[in-house]
């Protein structure tokens, strides 16, 4: 621990620039060393790094040879935590340090709450190049790293956050670092933030952050036909939840409400839904379009209503839904031992015309399939002789066909989705998504860098592989008929 207030015993300038400078010398002579030791086999490294991590903490917790001192101050507090430092070493992680500390010893740094209460922390990095967080801090933590220009720290802070999307907490976290990652102008935080929320927004409606979700990001996702839920249905009552708490001005509203794909709804449900929802009849007038649409997919034959509607957009493409009636779950014990098969049945369509008829689907998963190119040939110079194959030299498969072939499929193709969920933080969550379309049987890269070997495999749950397999119905226009 820093000592953050009272009188300090303070050594001489000297001491603690000597000591900077040592530590730089230090390092550039371990840079010399290994590189003048490379190529000779008798060549080892002395290694007392961990010796020297802990003198700098030393250096730090007791102010010993201290040159430079840091006040923090918040506007909530009169008082101001004190760091005694050594301006070298805060010069050698921070350019911001280093302009800040140029021709003065005493800095007064203001700072919000959240960022002050990990300023010790943050020190404590800039002598020692490690810190613990916790999910709560990531954000404060990046914020320090990124005002005072400590680059490493913020990569390393992004870091943590991608991968710790699935850490669950009592108020989630998600969302607010999505939103943050949009503030910052971090791409890839963003996308990866925005793709968990859609794999596993089921997880993420009935917690406390769904009320959190902007209405940019709402309607981010709301165009999205990966998202990952139970039915159009479930999503409708999350959406008219959020209506309800938020109030949003009657376009935005309206924006949201549009968005839903009424035609993937049951009529039974639609009828519910105009008799007992407050936010669809408070908004009626602009979506009455959409509801009469929808009854009229659901009334007549799809090849039918193809020849006067457009049915290549997205109202009418199933988003990754969960219910039985459109794919199956498949829990594959112990994956790497042997092939395994299975079967489901599928509705053929969404719509009410389609209700009774059934698609037989025949899946193949194979731990170790080969191809062409890595299996087996024989050789003419050897008798009989044949190319040694190694287990690890195959890769997992999974092919997906249909067992049955009808007059009814006219009009209709099949998207195939496979989610594969893993364990993370006590959750079972979508950790990828593999699609591909009717005309393959296949995607080439499923599971490619999975190693199902390891029983320690993050793909694996208590040994056994757990996918769930969507078959999306997607309609198409044959013949137009002129209106």
């Not at 893993?422 to 593999?434: D, E, F, P």
């Given at each position: 621990?820093?000592?953050?207030?009272?009188?300090?015993?303070?050594?001489?300038?000297?001491?603690?620039?000597?000591?900077?400078?040592?530590?730089?010398?230090?390092?550039?002579?371990?840079?010399?060393?290994?590189?003048?030791?490379?190529?000779?086999?008798?060549?080892?490294?002395?290694?007392?790094?961990?010796?020297?991590?802990?003198?700098?903490?030393?250096?730090?917790?007791?102010?010993?040879?201290?040159?430079?001192?840091?006040?923090?101050?918040?506007?909530?507090?009169?008082?101001?935590?004190?760091?005694?430092?050594?301006?070298?070493?805060?010069?050698?992680?921070?350019?911001?340090?280093?302009?800040?500390?140029?021709?003065?010893?005493?800095?007064?740094?203001?700072?919000?709450?959240?960022?002050?209460?990990?300023?010790?922390?943050?020190?404590r990095y800039l002598y020692c190049g490690?810190?613990?967080?916790?999910?709560?801090?990531?954000?404060?933590?990046?914020?320090?790293?990124?005002?005072?220009?400590?680059?490493?720290?913020?990569?390393?802070?992004?870091?943590?956050?991608?991968?710790?999307?699935?850490?669950?907490?009592?108020?989630?976290?998600?969302?607010?670092?999505?939103?943050?990652?949009?503030?910052?102008?971090?791409?890839?935080?963003?996308?990866?933030?925005?793709?968990?929320?859609?794999?596993?927004?089921?997880?993420?409606?009935?917690?406390?952050?769904?009320?959190?979700?902007?209405?940019?990001?709402?309607?981010?996702?709301?165009?999205?036909?990966?998202?990952?839920?139970?039915?159009?249905?479930?999503?409708?009552?999350?959406?008219?939840?959020?209506?309800?708490?938020?109030?949003?001005?009657?376009?935005?509203?309206?924006?949201?409400?549009?968005?839903?794909?009424?035609?993937?709804?049951?009529?039974?449900?639609?009828?519910?839904?105009?008799?007992?929802?407050?936010?669809?009849?408070?908004?009626?007038?602009?979506?009455?379009?959409?509801?009469?649409?929808a009854f009229q997919f659901h009334a007549?034959?799809?090849?039918?209503?193809?020849?006067?509607?457009?049915?290549?957009?997205?109202?009418?493409?199933?988003?990754?839904?969960?219910?039985?009636?459109?794919?199956?779950?498949?829990?594959?014990?112990?994956?790497?031992?042997?092939?395994?098969?299975?079967?489901?049945?599928?509705?053929?369509?969404?719509?009410?015309?389609?209700?009774?008829?059934?698609?037989?689907?025949?899946?193949?998963?194979?731990?170790?399939?080969?191809?062409?190119?890595?299996?087996?040939?024989?050789?003419?110079?050897?008798?009989?002789?044949?190319?040694?194959?190694?287990?690890?030299?195959?890769?997992?498969?999974?092919?997906?066909?249909?067992?049955?072939?009808?007059?009814?499929?006219?009009?209709?193709?099949?998207?195939?989705?496979?989610?594969?969920?893993?364990?993370?933080?006590?959750?079972?969550?979508?950790?990828?998504?593999?699609?591909?379309?009717?005309?393959?049987?296949?995607?080439?890269?499923?599971?490619?860098?999975?190693?199902?070997?390891?029983?320690?495999?993050?793909?694996?749950?208590?040994?056994?592989?757990?996918?769930?397999?969507?078959?999306?119905?997607?309609?198409?226009?044959?013949?137009?008929?002129?209106?």
């Amino acid at each position: 621990m820093a000592r953050l207030t009272g009188a300090q015993p303070v050594a001489t300038r000297r001491w603690g620039c000597a000591a900077a400078a040592f530590l730089l010398l230090l390092l550039t002579v371990q840079a010399a060393q290994k590189a003048d030791l490379s190529g000779d086999a008798t060549a080892a490294t002395i290694n007392h790094s961990l010796t020297l991590l802990q003198r700098l903490q030393e250096l730090l917790q007791n102010g010993n040879g201290s040159d430079s001192v840091l006040r923090v101050r918040t506007a909530a507090s009169d008082e101001a935590k004190v760091f005694h430092t050594h301006q070298l070493l805060l010069s050698l992680q921070s350019e911001v340090f280093e302009s800040l500390l140029h021709n003065q010893s005493v800095v007064t740094l203001h700072e919000p709450p959240e960022t002050a209460a990990l300023f010790e922390k943050f020190i404590r990095y800039l002598y020692c190049g490690g810190v613990s967080i916790l999910l709560h801090q990531a954000i404060p933590m990046h914020q320090l790293a990124s005002k005072y220009r400590v680059w490493g720290l913020q990569r390393g802070v992004a870091d943590y956050m991608k991968t710790h999307l699935a850490s669950e907490s009592s108020q989630g976290h998600v969302v607010g670092w999505y939103h943050y990652a949009v503030r910052i102008g971090d791409a890839a935080l963003q996308e990866s933030c925005l793709q968990f929320l859609a794999w596993n927004l089921s997880a993420v409606l009935g917690s406390a952050e769904w009320g959190s979700v902007s209405v940019e990001l709402l309607l981010l996702l709301l165009e999205r036909s990966d998202l990952v839920l139970h039915s159009e249905l479930e999503l409708y009552t999350a959406v008219e939840g959020w209506l309800s708490r938020r109030q949003p001005e009657g376009p935005v509203a309206e924006r949201v409400l549009r968005a839903i794909r009424y035609p993937m709804i049951a009529p039974s449900q639609l009828f519910r839904l105009q008799a007992q929802s407050a936010v669809l009849a408070r908004h009626y007038s602009a979506v009455q379009d959409l509801l009469f649409q929808a009854f009229q997919f659901h009334a007549a034959s799809p090849l039918h209503f193809a020849k006067y509607f457009d049915v290549n957009c997205s109202m009418f493409l199933p988003r990754n839904y969960l219910a039985s009636s459109w794919g199956s779950q498949w829990v594959i014990n112990n994956p790497a031992r042997d092939d395994r098969s299975t079967s489901f049945q599928t509705q053929l369509g969404p719509s009410s015309h389609d209700a009774g008829k059934r698609v037989t689907w025949n899946v193949l998963f194979s731990p170790r399939w080969l191809p062409v190119s890595l299996r087996p040939v024989y050789s003419d110079s050897v008798s009989g002789a044949v190319q040694p194959v190694r287990i690890e030299d195959g890769r997992p498969r999974l092919v997906i066909t249909p067992a049955m072939s009808s007059p009814d499929f006219a009009g209709v193709s099949f998207q195939k989705t496979v989610l594969v969920g893993v364990r993370q933080q006590g959750r079972v969550l979508v950790k990828h998504a593999y699609s591909f379309h009717q005309s393959s049987d296949e995607t080439a890269d499923f599971l490619a860098h999975a190693d199902l070997q390891k029983r320690t495999s993050e793909y694996l749950i208590d040994n056994s592989l757990h996918l769930h397999i969507i078959i999306k119905p997607v309609y198409h226009s044959l013949i137009k008929v002129k209106k």
